[in-house]
């Protein structure tokens, strides 16, 4: 996968709105064969930490509809990440344990509007990505693995970047926008 275009989904990426505009953002593609393997067997480890730590519950998504396609595409994903051509870290800068909510709602929100911005970057040159979190399991050893100041930055997630098949996207389950949304009170 060119470099290049990794580079332009970003610079388009780097547009979004952001707290205070300091772009205080770290981005790191990792796109060494070896690199890549590294992180999906972290990958895998976190699937597993999370398989475990959830004895006799079902996962997450099984009450919602489709939810079994969702973990099981979590699962496959686990399976195949080391051959993706490359994954995306984000970094937003400092922690947030103990940060204070409007602390923390400038470091989420200066970040995953440029993240999902990269995601419509690639959308539009044939690439895709899907948002995994589950990585954040083993966040201090990803960190240890990419030489991240794991006390200066916080990993927003673990996002892999391959080629779509073909660009048939269809809608996706949400609940309707009468049960979320209301006007002027809860």
């Known amino acids: 996968m060119p470099r290049a ?12 709105p952001n707290a205070e505009n300091r772009n205080e953002w770290r981005w790191i593609v990792v796109d060494d064969r070896e690199m890549v ?13 999370y398989q475990h730590s ?5 996962a997450a998504s099984h009450d919602v509809p489709g939810g079994d396609a969702i973990v ?3 699962y496959a994903l686990a399976e195949k990440l080391d051959r993706m051509p490359a994954i995306l870290i984000p970094l937003m800068p400092g922690r947030p344990e103990g940060k204070s909510l409007p ?3 400038a470091m989420w929100g200066s970040i995953i509007q440029a993240v999902w911005s990269f995601f419509l970057a690639l959308r539009e040159r044939g690439l895709g990505s ?3 979190t589950v990585a954040s399991r083993r966040e201090k050893q990803i960190a240890e693995l990419l030489g991240i100041p794991h006390d200066q930055y916080t990993q927003v997630g673990l996002f892999p970047i391959a080629y779509t098949i073909g660009t048939d996207f269809k809608k996706v389950y949400r609940k309707p926008v009468s049960e979320v949304l209301s ?4």
Not at 54 to 58: E, V
């Open 183 to 186: 006007y002027n009170r809860f």
């Open 54 to 58: 959830q004895p006799g519950k079902p």
């Open 103 to 105: 602390e923390q709602c």
């Open 37 to 49: 393997t590294k992180l999906a067997a972290e990958y895998r480890a976190a699937m597993s930490a």
């Open 5 to 16: 275009l990794l580079e332009e989904c970003l610079e388009l990426a780097l547009q979004a």
């Open 130 to 132: 899907a948002w995994t």
């Open 72 to 74: 099981a595409s979590a």
